[in-house]
């Protein structure tokens, strides 16, 4: 009962281990016997490879056989190898003694490769059997005992312990059965004669042979033997060798001779003449590829040879002689097929991912390639190659498996896929090589932020536009491809004037267009700016902003405003007096007025519209001055009434008109006289203070003049040479030095007008000056004022401002020093000339041309702003 156990124990542990997987080079083995039912568990992958079940349906798990049937299958949710399929061994693997069944486990995110090996074990599943059911023997009843007669051969598919084992020969008195072992592991059986043959006694003998293999159950298989005794020609043909070899290449032709096998007879006449045939139990393939001759005993190839379709060939010859009865004898023939290099290797791509996301790390699994070749030995030894030209390489795997990596950065936006080239080459003399092309497509991945056109953008937009129209459209592109190239466009929260940008304009999201939410009055807002986004929609997204200048065009919204007279400027109509003395040429009064607007359409111009005596006053056409044209006569009324229109440049024009009520007076000069004489009417007191205001005259006087002639001469030793004065010495540099900027910036502040002289570097300290002149006044003084610091430029709205008219302007100039205060007379002229190709870029230039400024002076050299 213990050695019952014993055994039984031992037969599960053997079970259990062929079941069990195993490591061999990295691979994993599964051992099972063929013939299993489909279902049966080969093994646990999840757990012999180390994988999550839970993650092998995400990761698609999936095999692959070079069978190319599949006979297994997985379970996803178990992570179970099964059998799905009919499995036999002898379809599969014919006689090798050994049976191994690749597969090629693939799993994704990321790619890997598991390599598993099934053994398929033999089972005695298959009977020994022979080709010929019956077998004729013909032997002389002369042949002496011992002679030996060889019998067919019988084929068991199954191998190792299943194949045949022993031959046995029905019981009788003149033969025996023996077994030759060949050097190839077959059984050859040979019937021996043990007792001499009488014909007269039993001319026929009928034998059963019969093959045993040594399987479990042990299966058998027979074939009858008839042996007819002859009474002549008493001698069978001899072969000089039991068995012959031979090696042919497969490139061999048809009609090449491979050997010669060769028998003799003993005999003489036609009992000695030998013909050769195959034997009677040779295959048809055999039949077909090779031939023999009958009378010389040449073989020779009949058809094309193949290596990898079978290397061995072996067959029976038998020589017969033509005695009577015939006899005959027999020999084994093997013929190796010697293997040429004549099979292109073969590429096979098991397994490729694509696309490949562009931002993939270097050494990430694209595919998975194997190389087959049909061919042995070095012809079968395959090396692939991939070009150094793309950004991949090859790892070798296990046994002529690779896998095809990344080698470097990949970029979707310069190449959106590679046809990636791989070479096959064998060991073969010549080399034999085959190409295959993979197409590898790449992943957009947001990478790329999008790009506006322009990183800045200037926009004009005429004041009282009207709001919901569109002001300008900006425009971005982005190199990725599909939603990471889509964009979207939006404006960042900025403020204008303490108010939010968005209150402003908006933009349409898709395709950039900037609207504006209301229409923009020039008078309050001449310029602003505002921050526009492109974002695309990737994740995460990517995005840029460019800044768009929004410069609002003055438009001729506002008529003239008259500020002087002040009466006429509140509506009701302006009073005024005249003596009836007055000559040609008296200024009666001065009309003033302003235009909110600005260029062209600030330009004033003054016109006498209607008149009571259109004879006797004129009006100035640009300063607004009313004076009479002649003398005032005794004939004139003595009131007078005047309608002064006033007029910009604009297009339309807008005008607005004043009206003037002059009162002639006949005595308005006499009381300026009688103060003149009570003036001039000696006292004490008077005379006193006439004495003190002329004394005070004379030290201002002479004390001005010092310090001109201290002032003229310290300016002619500083700058003698240069033709210019100046009140400094860096203002001085900044006149002589070419390569430094002097600028006359002439700007509006509602009825102030000022021009600013920038001197020197504008990247350095400047040295700024500003002249302002009021339009109250019938003389404007023009007065050099030094800064204390820097005029923001940001405010500045142009150069020139085009606020003067096309006359030349006189102003007296009035110089300020830290030292004391001089009045100094110098003349600055202003005109209006012939647009210069060198221009500012300001929105204005579209309306009238640039100016140019020449100042002059008797103490001042020439100099030219441009």
Not at 34 to 53: I, M, P, R, Y
Not at 395 to 403: D, G, L, T
Request: glycine share 6%; proline share 5%; net charge negative.
């Amino acid at each position: 009962m213990l050695t019952y156990l014993t055994k039984h124990l031992v037969f599960l542990w053997w079970h259990h281990f062929f079941l069990l997987w195993t490591t061999i080079d990295g691979q994993t083995r599964y051992s099972i016997p063929e013939e299993v039912k489909q279902g049966t568990v080969v093994g646990n992958l999840a757990k012999d490879l180390g994988l999550v079940v839970s993650e092998l349906y995400r990761r698609k798990l999936r095999i692959t056989s070079e069978a190319g049937k599949q006979y297994f299958s997985v379970d996803l949710g178990k992570g179970e190898l099964v059998v799905s399929d009919r499995i036999d061994r002898e379809e599969l693997c014919g006689q090798r003694p050994s049976c191994l069944l690749p597969l090629e486990l693939v799993i994704d995110n990321p790619l890997q490769l598991h390599r598993v090996e099934i053994e398929i074990r033999d089972t005695n599943d298959n009977s020994p059997s022979f080709l010929t059911k019956e077998k004729l023997l013909k032997i002389a009843e002369l042949v002496n005992p011992g002679a030996r007669f060889p019998l067919e051969s019988a084929q068991d598919p199954d191998v190792g312990t299943n194949s045949v084992r022993s031959y046995l020969i029905s019981k009788n008195d003149n033969f025996k059965l023996t077994v030759k072992n060949h050097k190839d592991g077959r059984k050859i059986p040979e019937l021996v004669l043990e007792k001499p043959l009488d014909r007269e006694k039993l001319p026929v003998h009928d034998l059963i042979l019969t093959a045993v293999d040594g399987g479990d159950p042990v299966r058998s298989g027979t074939s009858e033997i008839k042996v007819i005794v002859l009474d002549n020609n008493d001698n069978a043909p001899q072969f000089d060798r039991q068995v012959y070899e031979a090696n042919i290449s497969e490139k061999a032709t048809p009609g090449t001779e491979i050997l010669q096998v060769k028998a003799t007879d003993a005999d003489e006449g036609l009992n000695g003449e030998i013909e050769y045939f195959f034997a009677e139990q040779t295959t048809d393939q055999i039949l077909s590829l090779f031939d023999i001759e009958p009378s010389t005993g040449y073989i020779v190839v009949k058809d094309i040879l193949d290596h990898e379709t079978n290397s061995l060939h072996r067959f029976d010859i038998i020589a017969r002689d033509k005695g009577n009865p015939k006899m005959d004898g027999h020999c084994s023939v093997e013929i190796k097929i010697v293997d040429i290099n004549d099979n292109v290797p073969e590429i096979i791509v098991t397994s490729l991912t694509t696309p490949v996301p562009e931002d993939s790390a270097i050494g990430t699994v694209i595919a998975l390639i194997s190389a087959k070749d049909p061919d042995s030995g070095d012809n079968g030894k395959v090396t692939l190659t991939v070009s150094s030209k793309y950004p991949f390489k090859l790892n070798p795997s296990v046994s002529n498996h690779y896998s095809l990596v990344t080698n470097g950065p990949l970029d979707r936006e310069k190449n959106g896929h590679y046809n990636v080239k791989i070479s096959a080459t064998d060991s073969g003399k010549p080399p034999l090589s085959s190409e295959k092309i993979i197409l590898v497509e790449l992943l957009d991945v947001n990478d790329n932020p999008p790009v506006f056109f322009q990183s800045s953008y200037v926009v004009y937009v005429k004041e009282n536009h009207p709001p919901g129209k569109i002001l300008y459209s900006v425009s971005a592109s982005d190199l990725d491809f599909g939603e990471n190239a889509k964009i979207s466009y939006s404006i960042l929260n900025s403020k204008v004037q303490d108010v939010s940008a968005s209150s402003y304009v908006y933009i349409n999201s898709d395709n950039g267009s900037i609207y504006s939410m209301h229409s923009f009055d020039y008078e309050k807002l001449k310029v602003f700016q505002i921050q526009v986004q492109a974002k695309d929609q990737g994740s995460p997204s990517l995005s840029s902003n460019a800044t768009v200048h929004v410069f609002i065009l003055d438009q001729n919204d506002n008529a003239p405003a008259v500020i002087y007279p002040s009466s006429a400027a509140l509506g009701s109509l302006s009073h005024q007096r005249m003596p009836r003395s007055a000559k040609a040429g008296h200024l009666v009064t001065k009309v003033t007025a302003v235009d909110a607007d600005s260029g062209n359409n600030a330009w004033i111009s003054y016109k006498l519209a209607e008149a009571t005596d259109a004879s006797l006053f004129t009006v100035n056409l640009y300063t607004g001055e009313v004076r009479t044209k002649r003398a005032v006569s005794e004939q004139d009324d003595s009131s007078q009434r005047l309608l002064i229109e006033i007029r910009d440049d604009g297009e339309p024009v807008q005008s607005s008109t004043v009206t003037v009520s002059i009162l002639l007076e006949d005595g308005l000069h006499e009381p300026i006289l009688d103060l003149r004489q009570k003036a001039t009417e000696p006292s004490k007191k008077t005379g006193r203070i006439t004495l003190y205001l002329i004394l005070s005259l004379a030290s201002v006087s002479v004390l001005s003049l010092l310090t001109f002639l201290i002032l003229a001469v310290k300016c002619i030793r500083s700058s003698r040479g240069s033709g210019s004065c100046c009140m400094r010495r860096t203002d001085c540099d900044d006149y002589k030095n070419p390569n430094r900027n002097l600028q006359i910036q002439l700007n509006t502040d509602g009825p102030i007008k000022y021009v600013e002289v920038l001197g020197g570097d504008m990247l350095s300290q400047s040295q700024s000056f500003r002249s302002c002149m009021s339009p109250m006044s019938e003389y404007s003084d023009f007065t050099l004022i030094k800064p204390s610091s820097t005029t923001d430029f940001k405010e500045v709205i142009s150069v020139l401002d085009a606020s003067l008219p096309d006359s030349t302007w006189t102003f007296e100039s009035q110089q300020v020093t830290n030292i004391a205060t001089t009045r100094h007379q110098s003349t600055i002229t202003l005109t209006k000339v012939r647009p210069s190709p060198l221009t500012l870029p300001n929105p204005w230039n579209k309306q009238r041309g640039p100016f140019q400024c020449f100042v002059k002076s008797s103490e001042l050299g020439g100099f030219l702003v441009e």
